[in-house]
Protein backbone atom coordinates (compact mmCIF):
# COMPACT_ATOMS: atom_id res chain seq x y z
CA UNK A 1 0.00 0.00 0.00
CA UNK A 2 0.92 3.60 -0.32
CA UNK A 3 2.97 4.79 2.21
CA UNK A 4 4.88 8.52 3.40
CA UNK A 5 7.94 9.42 5.55
CA UNK A 6 8.56 12.58 6.68
CA UNK A 7 11.79 13.11 8.85
CA UNK A 8 11.70 13.42 12.39
CA UNK A 9 11.11 16.41 14.75
CA UNK A 10 10.72 18.92 15.67
CA UNK A 11 12.78 21.33 14.24
CA UNK A 12 13.82 24.52 15.57
CA UNK A 13 15.34 27.53 13.28
CA UNK A 14 16.22 31.20 14.22
CA UNK A 15 14.33 33.45 11.95
CA UNK A 16 15.63 33.91 7.96
CA UNK A 17 17.31 30.69 8.09
CA UNK A 18 17.25 27.72 5.16
CA UNK A 19 14.11 25.30 5.70
CA UNK A 20 14.28 21.46 4.30
CA UNK A 21 11.53 18.77 5.77
CA UNK A 22 12.55 15.77 3.72
CA UNK A 23 9.20 13.40 2.73
CA UNK A 24 9.94 10.19 0.55
CA UNK A 25 7.04 8.08 -0.22
CA UNK A 26 6.08 4.41 -1.70
CA UNK A 27 3.31 4.82 -4.11
CA UNK A 28 1.95 2.33 -7.01
CA UNK A 29 1.65 4.47 -10.39
CA UNK A 30 1.69 8.32 -10.28
CA UNK A 31 0.15 10.03 -6.94
CA UNK A 32 -0.33 13.52 -6.39
CA UNK A 33 1.90 15.06 -3.74
CA UNK A 34 0.91 17.59 -1.06
CA UNK A 35 2.35 19.09 1.92
CA UNK A 36 -0.24 20.46 3.99
CA UNK A 37 0.03 22.77 7.60
CA UNK A 38 -1.35 23.30 10.19
CA UNK A 39 -1.11 26.21 12.35
CA UNK A 40 -1.71 26.86 16.24
CA UNK A 41 -5.31 26.24 17.20
CA UNK A 42 -6.37 25.37 13.52
CA UNK A 43 -7.28 23.32 11.24
CA UNK A 44 -5.03 21.37 8.22
CA UNK A 45 -4.59 23.53 5.22
CA UNK A 46 -3.04 22.73 1.86
CA UNK A 47 0.20 24.34 1.24
CA UNK A 48 1.25 23.13 -2.27
CA UNK A 49 1.04 20.33 -4.52
CA UNK A 50 2.60 18.77 -7.44
CA UNK A 51 0.35 16.02 -9.40
CA UNK A 52 3.26 14.77 -12.03
CA UNK A 53 7.24 14.46 -12.00
CA UNK A 54 9.39 17.32 -12.11
CA UNK A 55 6.46 19.42 -11.25
CA UNK A 56 7.35 22.31 -8.50
CA UNK A 57 4.71 23.38 -6.43
CA UNK A 58 5.19 26.74 -4.62
CA UNK A 59 3.57 28.82 -2.20
CA UNK A 60 4.13 31.52 0.42
CA UNK A 61 7.80 30.95 -0.31
CA UNK A 62 7.41 27.87 0.05
CA UNK A 63 8.48 24.99 -2.30
CA UNK A 64 8.67 21.60 -3.33
CA UNK A 65 9.63 19.45 -6.42
CA UNK A 66 8.30 16.26 -7.26
CA UNK A 67 11.27 13.40 -7.59
CA UNK A 68 9.72 10.36 -9.41
CA UNK A 69 13.32 8.77 -9.54
CA UNK A 70 14.15 9.50 -5.48
CA UNK A 71 10.13 9.22 -4.73
CA UNK A 72 10.72 12.31 -2.91
CA UNK A 73 8.77 15.86 -2.07
CA UNK A 74 11.31 17.60 0.40
CA UNK A 75 10.00 20.85 1.21
CA UNK A 76 11.82 23.88 1.24
CA UNK A 77 12.01 27.77 1.79
CA UNK A 78 14.55 30.23 1.92
CA UNK A 79 14.20 32.39 4.74
CA UNK A 80 11.70 31.43 7.44
CA UNK A 81 9.61 33.64 9.81
CA UNK A 82 8.29 32.77 13.03
CA UNK A 83 4.77 32.78 11.46
CA UNK A 84 5.90 29.90 9.70
CA UNK A 85 5.87 27.86 12.72
CA UNK A 86 3.21 25.14 12.20
CA UNK A 87 3.15 21.52 12.05
CA UNK A 88 3.54 20.22 8.31
CA UNK A 89 2.95 17.31 6.57
CA UNK A 90 3.74 15.36 3.49
CA UNK A 91 0.68 13.40 1.71
CA UNK A 92 -0.11 11.72 -1.28
CA UNK A 93 -3.62 10.58 -3.10
CA UNK A 94 -3.83 8.27 -5.61
CA UNK A 95 -4.24 10.11 -8.94
CA UNK A 96 -7.08 9.77 -11.55
CA UNK A 97 -7.89 11.68 -14.28
CA UNK A 98 -6.23 15.17 -15.02
CA UNK A 99 -4.56 15.14 -11.71
CA UNK A 100 -8.24 14.34 -9.71
CA UNK A 101 -8.40 12.09 -6.52
CA UNK A 102 -11.16 10.66 -3.76
CA UNK A 103 -9.50 12.81 -1.37
CA UNK A 104 -8.40 9.26 0.03
CA UNK A 105 -5.20 11.04 1.06
CA UNK A 106 -1.87 9.12 3.05
CA UNK A 107 -0.13 10.93 5.05
CA UNK A 108 3.27 11.29 7.17
CA UNK A 109 3.50 11.90 10.80
CA UNK A 110 4.18 15.40 10.51
CA UNK A 111 6.80 17.66 11.61
CA UNK A 112 7.09 20.20 14.16
CA UNK A 113 8.63 23.76 13.01
CA UNK A 114 9.25 26.33 15.73
CA UNK A 115 11.04 29.50 14.27
CA UNK A 116 12.72 32.06 17.14
CA UNK A 117 12.57 35.40 16.66
CA UNK B 1 -17.29 31.63 10.52
CA UNK B 2 -14.94 28.83 10.76
CA UNK B 3 -15.36 26.38 7.73
CA UNK B 4 -15.19 23.65 9.43
CA UNK B 5 -16.39 22.82 12.88
CA UNK B 6 -16.04 19.97 15.25
CA UNK B 7 -17.52 19.47 18.83
CA UNK B 8 -16.15 18.55 20.71
CA UNK B 9 -12.62 19.42 20.90
CA UNK B 10 -11.71 17.65 23.66
CA UNK B 11 -13.16 14.62 25.27
CA UNK B 12 -12.72 12.39 28.48
CA UNK B 13 -14.16 9.01 28.85
CA UNK B 14 -14.25 5.64 30.25
CA UNK B 15 -13.88 2.49 28.27
CA UNK B 16 -17.15 1.11 27.50
CA UNK B 17 -18.89 4.41 27.21
CA UNK B 18 -20.28 5.25 24.08
CA UNK B 19 -19.31 9.37 22.52
CA UNK B 20 -20.37 10.87 19.67
CA UNK B 21 -18.13 13.95 17.50
CA UNK B 22 -20.20 16.48 15.46
CA UNK B 23 -18.73 17.93 12.56
CA UNK B 24 -20.64 20.83 10.14
CA UNK B 25 -19.56 22.74 7.06
CA UNK B 26 -20.34 25.46 6.30
CA UNK B 27 -18.63 26.06 2.87
CA UNK B 28 -21.40 24.34 0.56
CA UNK B 29 -18.93 21.03 -0.03
CA UNK B 30 -20.38 17.80 -1.04
CA UNK B 31 -17.88 15.48 0.38
CA UNK B 32 -16.73 14.80 3.93
CA UNK B 33 -14.67 12.53 5.71
CA UNK B 34 -13.20 11.49 9.25
CA UNK B 35 -9.61 11.00 9.29
CA UNK B 36 -7.73 9.56 12.42
CA UNK B 37 -4.31 10.57 13.89
CA UNK B 38 -3.37 7.91 15.90
CA UNK B 39 -0.24 7.90 18.59
CA UNK B 40 2.35 7.87 15.82
CA UNK B 41 0.91 11.39 14.43
CA UNK B 42 -0.11 9.44 11.62
CA UNK B 43 -3.52 10.52 9.77
CA UNK B 44 -5.35 8.04 8.47
CA UNK B 45 -8.84 7.80 6.59
CA UNK B 46 -11.93 6.36 8.15
CA UNK B 47 -14.89 7.01 6.20
CA UNK B 48 -15.81 9.51 3.11
CA UNK B 49 -19.76 10.86 2.48
CA UNK B 50 -20.74 11.99 -0.62
CA UNK B 51 -24.25 13.71 -0.60
CA UNK B 52 -24.97 11.74 2.70
CA UNK B 53 -23.98 8.66 0.53
CA UNK B 54 -21.12 6.30 1.98
CA UNK B 55 -18.14 6.51 -0.47
CA UNK B 56 -15.16 4.97 1.70
CA UNK B 57 -14.96 3.47 4.54
CA UNK B 58 -11.45 2.10 5.57
CA UNK B 59 -11.96 -1.50 7.40
CA UNK B 60 -12.46 0.56 10.88
CA UNK B 61 -14.31 -1.66 13.68
CA UNK B 62 -18.08 -1.49 12.99
CA UNK B 63 -18.00 0.14 16.87
CA UNK B 64 -17.75 3.44 14.73
CA UNK B 65 -20.82 4.44 12.86
CA UNK B 66 -20.87 7.25 10.88
CA UNK B 67 -23.82 9.62 10.08
CA UNK B 68 -24.44 12.31 7.48
CA UNK B 69 -27.88 13.32 8.19
CA UNK B 70 -27.31 16.05 5.63
CA UNK B 71 -24.19 17.16 3.19
CA UNK B 72 -23.21 19.90 5.40
CA UNK B 73 -22.91 17.35 8.73
CA UNK B 74 -20.95 14.01 9.64
CA UNK B 75 -21.03 12.46 12.97
CA UNK B 76 -19.05 10.14 14.46
CA UNK B 77 -20.23 7.63 17.21
CA UNK B 78 -18.33 5.54 18.84
CA UNK B 79 -19.46 2.44 20.63
CA UNK B 80 -18.31 0.66 23.54
CA UNK B 81 -14.69 2.97 23.47
CA UNK B 82 -11.60 0.89 24.00
CA UNK B 83 -7.90 2.70 25.11
CA UNK B 84 -6.54 2.00 21.29
CA UNK B 85 -9.53 4.86 20.29
CA UNK B 86 -7.58 7.26 22.16
CA UNK B 87 -6.67 10.11 18.90
CA UNK B 88 -6.76 12.74 17.59
CA UNK B 89 -10.13 12.55 14.82
CA UNK B 90 -10.23 15.23 11.91
CA UNK B 91 -13.38 16.43 9.86
CA UNK B 92 -12.83 17.55 6.42
CA UNK B 93 -14.69 18.79 3.32
CA UNK B 94 -14.02 18.30 -0.45
CA UNK B 95 -16.17 20.41 -2.70
CA UNK B 96 -16.83 16.94 -5.12
CA UNK B 97 -15.84 13.46 -4.15
CA UNK B 98 -13.61 13.57 -7.36
CA UNK B 99 -11.44 16.82 -6.46
CA UNK B 100 -7.82 18.20 -6.08
CA UNK B 101 -6.94 16.88 -3.02
CA UNK B 102 -7.39 19.91 -1.50
CA UNK B 103 -9.32 18.86 1.73
CA UNK B 104 -10.59 21.37 4.14
CA UNK B 105 -10.13 19.86 7.85
CA UNK B 106 -11.32 20.91 11.17
CA UNK B 107 -9.22 21.80 13.71
CA UNK B 108 -9.02 18.29 15.33
CA UNK B 109 -11.34 16.32 18.28
CA UNK B 110 -8.52 15.17 21.01
CA UNK B 111 -10.58 12.04 22.32
CA UNK B 112 -9.02 10.35 25.33
CA UNK B 113 -10.27 6.96 26.87
CA UNK B 114 -9.10 5.92 30.13
Known amino acids: GNSVTQMEGPVTLSEEAFLTINCTYTATGYPSLFWYVQYPGEGLQLLLK?????DKGSNKGFEATYRKETTSFHLEKGSVQVSDSAVYFCALSDQYAGGTSYGKLTFGQGTILTVHP | DTAVSQTPKYLVTQMGNDKSIKCEQN?????MYWYKQDSKKFLKIMFS???????INETVPNRFSPKSPDKAHLNLHINSLELGDSAVYFC?????????????FGEGSRLTVL
Open chain 1, 50 to 54: ATKAD
Open chain 2, 27 to 31: LGHDT
Open chain 2, 49 to 55: YNNKELI
Open chain 2, 92 to 104: ASSPRVINTGELF
